[in-house]
């Protein structure tokens, strides 16, 4: 079946035609790890794996590269003030290294939890500092760069392509907060490649380079690390649509300079993830991650299933209600398919109509009505019903292989609390039987109280 793909670069739904037949190349903007990822990073993670998912049901053997930035990412997005790991670094009384190395793995451990696929290489800025530098060489020998005090910049006045990607002219791109302000630039979107390190001040992370001792910039490790990966062009960039008017912009600058050719032939885009209707921030008190999830006994795979209910191009509005009742269908799937008998044929009529809907551009909306209509179907044998479902569920990643078939598995020590629980619970104990229950959550169970007694459930 043939796939379609929205590409940010064209504006177009254009239908995907890998550079290799049969393998396609997909790089994805990972973190800055400077501190724990939030639930809007996990939901442009979340696509980025759907697309990788989609483009293996349709026999795509996938290289994917997810990123790790543990230098010259700053505060601003632009080319001033601190870097973002050495800014947490010094707040928090460690090195860089041992941030960077903190938060790393608490990426690694939070894609696992909303069962993303393990990336085929996870590369870090650090690892290659050398390949960076000889970017910027081959930019600074086509004439595309120039030093000034703080550090090596990219001329963006001497690219006519510069701003295809958002459709912005060099003269469209005011100084603000996304492109800070540098009075020895000589244009505002101007973007450094190489920065000094402060005289007098030794930095966390420095290298010596034919510019002097500094950093990169944050863009040039995307550029070197996917061509490394990849080649150039490659096929898929992903992202959210934050990166749309710098980051991405300065990435396919940078490789367009280089190498002649586009970074990627395919750009696509997740919309932002607002939370009560507004922006995600510290300042509100509403900057969440996986471990705020877990601490109001919502699972982590409930929320992929909350963000696979709208499409990656539209904004998605987070509530503590509307996670709650994702948590409640995806409750409400599992119940049922525990029940069916072990899996037969796929129903590959069924399935077609699946693979359209999520070839449309990813529409998971669709996917999980025809998902749905299906569980629904009193007609179809439930064995057939759990072959397609587990089909499915190649693309969506919901984990359903755990359960399909498969009752509820009570241990002993998870029957001797919940029995205690009832016994807290005739007694009116309510602060026991919350304790309880507690205790059964960190075993693996949630327990649900019903007119007819308790219910429990395996924690997803």
Sequence with gaps: MKVFLYNTLTRSTDEFKSITPG??????????????????????WIFADTLRRVLQANNFVVTEVINITDVGHLVGDGDEGEDK??????????????IAAEYTKLFVEDI????????????????HIAEQIELVKAMEEKGFTYTITDGVYFDTAKMPEYGQLSRQRIDEK??????????????PSDFALWKFSPAGEQRHMEWESPWGKGFPGWHLECSAMSEKY?????????????????HHENEIAQT???????????????????VDGGK???????????????AKEISPLAFRYFVLGAHYRTQLNFTWEAVQAAQNALGNIIDVVRTWSKPGEVDEGVMKRFMTAVNNDLDTPAG??????????????????????????????????????RPVRVTDEAQKLLEQREVARLAKDWERSDLLRDELFGLGYVVEDKPDGQHLKERR
């Excluded at 997909?26 to 990073?41: D, E, F, S």
């Excluded at 019903?385 to 755990?402: I, Q, R, S």
Aim: charged content about 25%.
């Design 23 to 44: 393998k396609a190349g997909l790089y994805v903007c990972g973190p800055t790890v400077y501190g724990r990822a939030h639930i809007g990073n996990l939901r442009s």
């Design 85 to 98: 790991l050495q800014k947490a670094a010094d707040k928090e009384s460690k090195t860089a290294w041992d």
């Design 112 to 127: 696992k939890k909303v069962n993303i696929e393990t990336p085929s290489v996870m590369p870090k800025a650090t690892d």
């Design 174 to 187: 005011e100084e603000g907060t996304r492109i800070e302000v540098n009075a020895e630039k000589r244009n």
């Design 230 to 246: 990849l080649g150039v062009p490659f096929d898929l960039h992903t992202g959210g649509v934050d990166h749309i008017a710098v």
């Design 256 to 274: 367009l300079a280089a190498r002649g050719v586009m970074e990627a032939n395919y750009w696509l885009h997740n919309e932002f993830l607002q």
């Design 280 to 294: 995600m921030s510290k300042s509100l008190g509403n900057f969440y991650s996986i471990d705020d999830l877990l």
């Design 368 to 405: 999980l009505a025809i998902m749905w209509s299906l569980i629904n179907d009193d007609i179809v044998e439930s064995s057939t019903k759990a072959a397609t479902l587990l089909a499915m569920d190649e693309v969506l990643g919901l984990a359903l292989e755990d359960v399909v078939a």
